[in-house]
Every structure is written in structure tokens, then in C-alpha cells.
């Protein structure tokens, strides 16, 4: 797993962090029951203080992606049971995308067609199922 960090992005470095492992996971680069590195490692990886990795570790874990195991560490363990509650914070987060895209007068077929290209990249067809 390679994480890079931009120092020069608006994004919050944690934010960066939690993307990149969550972009990880959705492309296969890091699977279910994979151990990630512990705070302290990752953290003298990248350059950044150890409370920025942790914060992203813990917004993970809160999100379902994954487990704090004393013994192994931060594991990858998503949880299904949270999809009902990832959907509705993703329709709230959606609702400033669609409405941006409103703004810019960009057509519900370009969404559409913008989504599909996204799931293609990640290697998933348009049904949702792994290519």
C-alpha cells in the first residue's frame, strides 16, 4: 500500500489518509483482514504527526472500514451492517454534488455517465458487479 501525502492540498491530511485507504480497499489494493501499518509507522512513513494518522485510523473505524485489535493493529474489516447508515449520510453528502452539478449545468445522462466511468475504474460494471 503506497499513501502520499500532499502538503500543498486544501484537503486535511487525515481526509487524505482515510481516502486513500478507503480508494485502497474499493480497487482491491488492500483487502479484508489486511493489517495497515500502526500510527506510529505511518506516520514516520509519511512525515506527519502521529495525531493525524490516528485521527484518520479512528474516522475509519467509525465509518466501518476498519478494526482496532490491540494485538494486530488497525485491521481492514468493513462492516455491512452500517450500509443503511452510509447510505443516508451519502445522500446528504450527494445532495451538494447533484446540486453543484445543477449549478454548472451539467445533465443527469453526464452524472450518470460520470458515476459509470468511476465504477469502471474501480473494475465494477454498471450492475455493480466486479469486472
Request: proline share 1%; with cysteine; aromatic share 6%.
Amino acid at each position: 500500500m503506497i499513501l502520499k501525502v500532499d502538503f500543498n492540498s486544501d484537503e486535511a491530511i487525515y481526509m487524505q489518509l482515510r481516502n486513500q485507504i478507503i480508494i485502497g480497499i474499493a480497487q482491491s489494493e488492500i483487502k479484508e483482514g489486511d493489517s495497515l501499518p500502526s500510527v506510529r509507522q505511518l506516520a514516520n512513513e509519511l512525515g506527519v504527526n502521529m495525531h493525524t494518522v490516528n485521527k484518520a485510523y479512528a474516522m475509519l473505524r467509525n465509518d466501518g472500514y476498519l478494526k482496532l485489535d490491540r494485538r494486530k493493529g488497525a485491521v481492514v474489516c468493513v462492516d455491512m451492517e452500517s450500509k443503511v447508515q452510509h447510505v443516508q449520510t451519502m445522500n446528504v453528502d450527494m445532495k451538494v454534488i447533484v446540486a453543484e452539478a445543477i449549478c454548472k449545468d451539467i445533465s443527469l445522462e453526464e452524472m450518470k455517465e460520470i458515476i459509470a466511468d468511476m465504477y469502471n475504474q474501480f473494475g465494477y460494471s454498471q450492475d455493480g458487479g466486479k469486472v
